[in-house]
């Protein structure tokens, strides 16, 4: 099957690619010329993709390739309706490469969204500036709780320290057991258990 998807998925990006290599260039015309054999070289699409987004990216680094970019920008921005798509756009990118670049700190028990019943949550960071200035000398954790089996999505909570527990398991396991909707645990004793409770839980 991995091998299927793999070959297929090369066709597809070969067939997206190869329209936009010049005849003259493609490596199957060449041996033809040459050699007479007909072949059909499956992932040149691949590796042209490759090479021409190393050769762009190496470009952009460049002061020529910067230079270049932010002309295109001012282009981009002197045009009023693209302008403010744009800009939304770019702080959105932005925004996820800088979430990107940085971890929760630790996973956590919240109880949400009610007293009594407890949820697992992730702690980015210390609250800062006017939320917590807000509660005076109480301090205040931003938490992200996710949602299952989707742990893209969920809710951000600004709730005191005092009121989350904080997890021995690591932020990776918890969001295994998140996604699994409780049936992965850290450890396979853990596993076991939940698996023999779920037929009293079923009763």
């Not at 981009?76 to 309706?81: A, E, N, T, W």
């Not at 850290?186 to 409770?197: I, V």
């Amino acid at each position: 099957m991995t091998i299927w998807l793999i070959w297929t998925l090369t066709g597809w990006i070969d067939s997206w690619v190869l329209p936009f290599i010049p005849q003259a260039y493609n490596p199957s015309t060449l041996i033809r010329e040459y050699t007479g054999i007909e072949v059909n070289i499956r992932g040149i699409g691949v590796v042209t993709f490759l090479l021409f987004t190393i050769l762009v990216g190496w470009i952009a680094k460049g002061l020529i390739g910067r230079s270049l970019i932010l002309w295109a920008e001012s282009v981009v921005l002197s045009i009023p309706l693209i302008r403010s798509l744009y800009s939304g756009l770019k702080q959105i990118v932005e925004t996820v490469l800088a979430q990107g670049q940085q971890n929760f700190d630790k996973a956590c028990l919240l109880e949400y969204p009610r007293k009594g019943i407890w949820a697992i949550a992730f702690i980015s960071t210390t609250a800062k500036g006017e939320i917590s200035k807000r509660h005076g000398s109480e301090e205040m954790v931003s938490v992200f709780l996710p949602t299952t089996p989707n742990p893209t999505s969920g809710f951000l909570l600004f709730v005191p320290r005092k009121d989350v527990t904080i997890l021995d398991m690591s932020v990776e396991d918890a969001a295994k057991l998140v996604i699994s909707a409780g049936l992965v645990y850290p450890n396979q004793d853990d596993t076991n258990a939940a698996r023999e409770g779920l037929p009293e839980a079923a009763e």
